[in-house]
C-alpha cells in the first residue's frame, strides 16, 4: 500500500455529507474548505447570502461539492427550518460542525436577557437542537462526527467572560453528553478549543494593537491563530482517523492554555 493510498484511507472524507454552521467566515470557513477539499459534500449554513455565495462559488473553483442555507439560527424555529433545509441539498449529514457564535460581551452587570438569551441560543441551543435532529441518524448509520467550535473562555475568564463563556463552557459539557449518548454507535462528539484568532468575531480585541501583541507573546509559538490552522484539526475530527476521540476538547491555540 503507497502512502497516498494510506492516507487516502485514513483521513479521506470522500462520499460524506457535512453540514457547517457559521462555515462562510472566519474558523469556519477555513473548516468548510479543509473538509470539502479532503472529499465532503459541504452544506454552509449561515445567516449573510453574499458570504455563503462567495464561499461556496470558492469552492466550486476547487472542484468541490458544496451548497448553501441561508438561516436565522437566533431561534428556534430558525434553527429547525436551517436543519431541514440543509438535510434537502445532498441528505442526511455524516459530519456536523457547530462554528457559528455570537459574541455578546458587555460587561456582567449590564447584561441584558436578550443578550443573554441570543447568545444561548445561537452559541449552545443551536448545536444542541443540530445534534438532536442529525446525531440519532448518524447513531443509526453506525457513522457520524460532530465537532463544536469552543473557545478559551470555556475553561476561564478574561476580557469580559460573560454569557459567551458560559455558553461555550456549556458547549464543552454538551459534547460530553453527546458523545456519551451516541459513541457507542460510531458517532465521536468533540470540541476545538481556539486561542486568539483574528476574525470578524473578534473585531473589538483585533482593534488594539498592544492586546493583539500580548496575546501573541502568551503562545507558546509566539503568534496568535490563523483560520486556517484549524483545517488539520477539523479533517482529523471528522474522518475515520479520530474513531477512538469522542467527548474531548481539543485546544488550537499555539500553547496559549499552557503558558
Known sequence: MSSQTYLSDLFSLDGRVAVVTGGSSGIGRSITEALARAGASVVVVARTETSLKATVDELAEHGCRAAWVSADLATRDGIRAGAEEAARAFGEPDILVNCAGVNLRPPMGELTDEEWDTTMTVNLE??????????????????????????????????????????????????????????????????????????????????????VAALAERTLIGRNGLAEDFAGAAVFLASRASSYVTGQAIFVDGGFSVH
Open 126 to 211: 443551536a448545536p444542541h437542537l443540530l445534534g438532536q435532529r442529525f446525531g440519532p441518524g448518524m447513531a443509526d448509520r453506525g457513522f457520524g462526527r460532530i465537532i463544536h467550535i469552543s473557545s478559551q473562555q470555556a475553561h476561564r475568564a478574561f476580557v469580559q467572560s460573560g454569557a459567551y463563556g458560559v455558553s461555550k463552557g456549556a458547549l464543552e459539557s454538551l459534547a460530553r453528553s453527546q458523545a456519551e449518548a451516541w459513541s457507542p454507535y460510531g458517532v465521536t462528539c468533540n470540541t476545538l478549543v481556539p486561542g486568539f484568532v483574528m476574525t470578524p468575531l473578534n473585531t473589538r480585541l483585533s482593534s488594539d494593537p498592544e492586546k
